[in-house]
């Protein structure tokens, strides 16, 4: 979301994705997707500026979290991940027995 301020002074957000189209007739006006207008103080440069700024940050934010995701990943991989399965014995005295993958049960 980028903040702009309308002409009547109001503070408010849109995000850069609904914008549509983008006038500057002497007023610089935001069109969004639904239809909506908005007639803004900032100039059509510092809009731009500012939606540049914004997809700059997310692709940013993208990276870092791919990167984060991708370091889970290979720690992950190079956990050693021991697995065992217990089974209890058919003997009398109910003590467990250990098998592993691998192991051919009888």
Request: aromatic share 4%.
């Given at each position: ?40 103080d900032q ?64």
């Amino acid at each position: 979301m980028i903040a702009v301020t309308c002409r009547n002074g109001e503070h408010f957000s849109v995000d850069p994705l609904h914008i549509e189209r983008v006038e500057t007739d002497p007023d610089t006006i935001i069109y969004l997707a639904d239809g909506t207008k908005y007639v803004v103080d900032q100039t059509f440069d510092e809009l731009l500026r500012t939606i540049s700024d914004h997809r700059a940050t997310v692709l940013v934010a993208q990276k870092q979290l791919a990167g984060g995701v991708a370091e889970i990943a290979e720690h992950a991989a190079r956990a050693a991940l021991h697995i065992e399965r217990r089974a209890r014995s058919r003997d009398t005295d109910h003590s467990p027995v250990t098998v592993t993958p691998g192991d051919d049960e009888d």
